[in-house]
């Protein structure tokens, strides 16, 4: 079975959580059962973006970081105190753990900011939110990552995207470096988007 962290900071946008949980969870009952998603988070209680309330399963406190084969981290909006989390030294010390092992990181939108602050992405490929009137792309460049404008930026073990719209392309990228590009064709195929 492959453990995948889904890591989440307070303000983080559900959508963009639950494309994981969903994928990840359709291979584990109707793909090839290898696949377990853990909800992780700083602390008992989060409030997403919209001000939906999410308990997760585990706080990083209750976790040991080599049980986990991939880490899935989803965006936020700061004015809901996203980055308050996900630039935090508990959020960069296990983004750096995951990295130094060379297992997979998929995160989604904003997201990639929280990993170049841990310093991962620096001189690595990498995009972030690129709507023409966000900061955003410029924040990224500035932690030394070589910003691309792409709608999904993989570089090695490393999945960045550009906005929520991506998110399921995402999840599904994530799953096929866990399994099979044709487990996931199957799994793509049971949802809906083969």
């Known amino acids: 079975m492959k453990k995948i962290l889904l890591l989440l900071a307070d303000g983080f ?13 359709w291979n584990k009952w109707e793909g090839d059962g290898s696949t377990e998603v853990v909800t992780v988070g700083l602390r008992d209680k989060l409030t997403c973006t ?4 999410v308990v997760p399963e585990k706080t990083i406190h209750d976790i040991q970081l080599d049980e986990f084969d991939a880490l899935a981290i989803p965006g936020g909006f700061e004015e809901a105190g996203f980055y308050d989390d996900a630039f935090s030294e508990s959020f960069s010390n296990i983004i750096r753990h995951f990295d130094a092992r060379q297992k ?7 997201a990639s900011l ?5 310093g991962i992405l620096t001189n690595r490929k990498a995009t972030t939110y690129a709507h023409p009137t966000s900061i955003r792309k410029e924040q990224l460049k500035n932690f030394g990552v070589n910003v ?3 709608r999904i930026v993989q570089d090695g073990h490393i999945i960045t995207s550009s906005n929520p ?6 999840a599904f990228l994530l799953l096929e470096m866990l399994t099979t590009k044709e487990n996931t064709h199957q799994v793509k195929d049971l949802m809906g988007f083969a």
């Open 13 to 25: 946008e559900a959508v963009e959580a639950s494309v994981f949980t969903d994928v990840l969870g």
């Open 50 to 53: 919209w001000n939906f309330n």
């Open 104 to 110: 997979p990181i998929a995160s989604i939108c904003v």
């Open 114 to 118: 929280a990993l170049g602050k841990s």
């Open 148 to 150: 691309q404008n792409e």
């Open 165 to 170: 719209g991506t998110a399921f392309d995402v």
